[in-house]
Nanobody, 115 residues
Framework: QVQLVESGGDLVEAGGSLRLSCVAS????????MGWYRQAPGKQREFVAR???????NYADSVKGRFTISRVNAKNTVYLQMNSLKPEDTAVYYC?????????WGQGTQVTVSS
């Protein structure tokens, strides 16, 4: 019933920016901490950023200072603003609830950063 739909991924040059969106339909969105994750080819899915219900945030060291997570609860949406993109940011990006109440993964959105 609850579905996660990511969008906004694209092919960009190094140093460019993208804004990813995640819509969590069919959920009581505002009470959950939400996160962004990414998975590069041949690698495990890794944590990127988290935002709690009171909008406290945490970031992986690899993206800190470059990425910003935010949420608009009225739209059931989490955003990931990605600036100063690097080729190593290339991955499929996913959103999800944080912790034991995580949902089934959505399709993700592909981010490709060229040099």
């Amino acid at each position: 019933q609850v579905q996660l739909v990511e969008s906004g991924g694209d092919l960009v040059e190094a140093g460019g920016s993208l804004r990813l969106s995640c819509v969590a339909s069919g959920s009581i969105f505002s009470i959950y901490a939400m996160g962004w994750y990414r998975q590069a080819p041949g690698k495990q899915r890794e944590f990127v950023a988290r935002i709690t219900s009171d909008r406290s945030t945490n970031y992986a060291d690899s993206v800190k200072g470059r990425f910003t997570i935010s949420r608009v609860n009225a739209k059931n949406t989490v955003y990931l603003q990605m600036n100063s993109l690097k080729p190593e940011d290339t991955a499929v990006y996913y959103c999800n609830r944080i912790g034991p109440m995580a949902l089934d993964w959505g399709q993700g959105t592909q981010v490709t950063v060229s040099s």
